[in-house]
């Protein structure tokens, strides 16, 4: 049996009261009882004084959907495998053998936390644009700090947006090789048309932001996304305005309570409790060669040494990256390689990259050793799946017709009459 654990942080529980403006007020159910403290009339929302409480909602509905979509994806891929000390679940093992039922209800799950981050962030802008008003009635017009209020709202609704259908087309399938998904119940959007949106999104985000990093981290995500769509030329112009290596990465934050906020990688890929471990190749890169162990983070597992586990997420609070200026130098060394035929250009890029971890320097450059970098530099951050799908580096010993993404669930498929 799953057990859904929940954290009450601050954060975590305004993404719990943002989400239940969703669900219809009660009062007309049931009378001479007291009004629920973990709900809000959707109407209350249509203030400014509960802006920053909804930017707060959509920013804690990614930290916890952050961890869910990196281990699961990591799970459909030749990253994680369903085993170690505690490997009981049978939603794991579905997924690991590629077999995934849209029944599932890891499944469902998944599809629900990229939902609610989509709607949650789309809610947003439309509540600051169509419905709150700005203006101070005193002063009669907007106020400086009323108008940097609302551009962090624009930013925060059009950035995590255009996550949330970045990793619909990364992560969701309607079937086996179809990636993609809906928005609102409307028509199945294939992943290319997806990774539009989100750029679309993105590019938006980027004129509601004075923030330097934040405008090379937007910039980062949106060359990612071209080079997803194959589009070369797009993704080196973004990246050439991406995240430098003075730049920190942009982290999904957690708040350490009792149960966590971490709970996908903490309590079902690492201490506590294993039931996804690292494929053999991780350990195998750390034996070959030591420094690597800068990067390809790994431990023994507490309850059976012999079994070596992530360490990338040590703790219940460990922050998950987004995105990293490594991230970007692997772009541009991919656009270098395959986009502009450079594979001497794309040496200085991934070179900088594995300097960064004391690895030395590599004296040549393939395509193949551009998707072993990936491997390394990126491991256990999501981007395994999608490097599986766009290169095509599926073992051969898998079943026909096996899953390449998440199944689109059973709910969305139900309640969607497109499908």
């Known amino acids: 049996m799953k057990h859904t654990r929940i954290t009450l942080s601050a954060r975590a529980l305004a993404a719990v009261v943002a989400a239940a403006t969703l669900v219809g007020g009660c009062d007309s159910y049931v009378g001479n009882i007291q009004e629920p403290n973990n709900t809000i009339d959707d109407a209350l929302l249509n203030s400014k004084t509960q802006v920053q409480f909804q930017i707060t909602g959509v920013q804690s509905k990614f930290a916890m959907s952050h961890s869910v979509v990196t281990t699961l994806s990591g799970l459909v891929s030749d990253e994680l495998v369903f085993g170690g000390p505690d490997a009981t679940f049978p939603q794991f093992l579905e997924i690991d053998r590629r077999i995934t039922s849209v029944l599932n209800a890891e499944v469902e799950d998944f599809n629900a936390t990229i939902g609610q981050l989509r709607l949650l962030s789309d809610l947003l802008v439309d509540r600051v644009t169509t419905k709150i008003d700005f203006t101070d009635p005193k002063a009669g017009r907007v ?59 993105w590019k938006l985000a980027l004129q509601h932001t004075a923030n330097d990093y934040q405008k090379r981290v937007l910039n980062t995500l949106i060359a990612r996304a071209y080079l997803f769509n ?4 797009m993704a080196g112009t973004h990246a050439a305005e991406g995240l430098t290596s003075a730049d920190p990465d942009f982290q999904s934050l957690f708040t350490n309570t009792d149960n966590g906020s971490n709970g996908y990688w903490f309590f079902y890929a690492g201490i506590g409790r294993t039931q996804m471990i690292p494929a053999q190749r991780f350990s195998d890169y750390v034996t070959e060669n030591p420094a690597e162990a800068n990067r390809v983070k790994l431990m023994p597992s507490p309850k059976d040494t012999a079994v070596n586990i992530q360490g990338r997420y040590p703790e219940q609070n460990s922050p998950i990256p987004l995105v990293s200026w490594q991230e970007n130098s692997l772009i541009r060394a991919e656009v270098e390689l395959l986009g502009n035929s450079n594979p001497n250009g794309a040496l200085e890029y ?50 026909a017709g096996f899953w390449h993404y998440i199944p689109l669930s059973k709910t969305e498929r139900d309640n969607n009459p497109n499908f």
């Open 350 to 399: 991934v070179n900088a990259v594995r300097a960064s971890h004391s690895l030395a320097s590599l004296e040549s450059f393939s395509k193949d050793a551009l998707i072993t970098e990936r491997d390394k530099e990126l491991s256990f951050t999501g981007n395994r799946l999608i490097d599986q799908n766009r290169f095509d580096s599926w073992s051969a010993s898998l079943p």
């Open 230 to 233: 194959a589009n070369y030329a």
């Open 143 to 201: 106020l400086p700090e009323d108008s940097a209020l609302k551009e962090a709202a624009l930013f925060t609704g059009y950035f995590y947006g255009g996550l949330a259908r970045f990793w619909t087309a990364s992560y969701l399938g309607l079937e086996p090789q179809k990636g993609g998904g809906a928005i609102d119940a409307g028509p199945f959007i294939p992943s290319a048309q997806m990774y539009d949106l989100a750029i679309e999104k």
